[in-house]
């Protein structure tokens, strides 16, 4: 399933923020064919930053559309600084 979302990974990486699709952008098109046929309406797609580098990314889906303003995606982007940090904190203590 994952390789149905290297683009998205890809421009995740590059934008170095989250990326936020609904079947309402222009961009769902763009969404590989298996995604839009299971009717997933909303995607998210929030980088884990460890060490200052994006080591994974959390993807999160819904069938309905989720509508999120800017305020909320920049929240939304916390948890990926979160989960690195919790990353890290535990690499130090293994």
Known sequence: MAGVFTDLFERS???????YIT???PEYR???ESIRRNNI???LMIPIKF?????GILNLASYSVKPYNR???????SIGLQLG???Q??????
Do not use: F, P, Q
């Open 71 to 77: 305020i909320s995606l920049e929240n939304i982007s």
């Open 85 to 87: 940090s919790a990353l």
């Open 41 to 43: 309406r909303t995607i």
């Open 30 to 32: 763009m969404i590989h």
């Open 13 to 19: 990486i590059e934008k170095e923020g989250v990326i």
């Open 51 to 55: 060490s200052g580098e994006i080591t």
């Open 23 to 25: 079947s309402e952008s």
């Open 89 to 94: 904190r535990k690499s130090y203590n293994l």
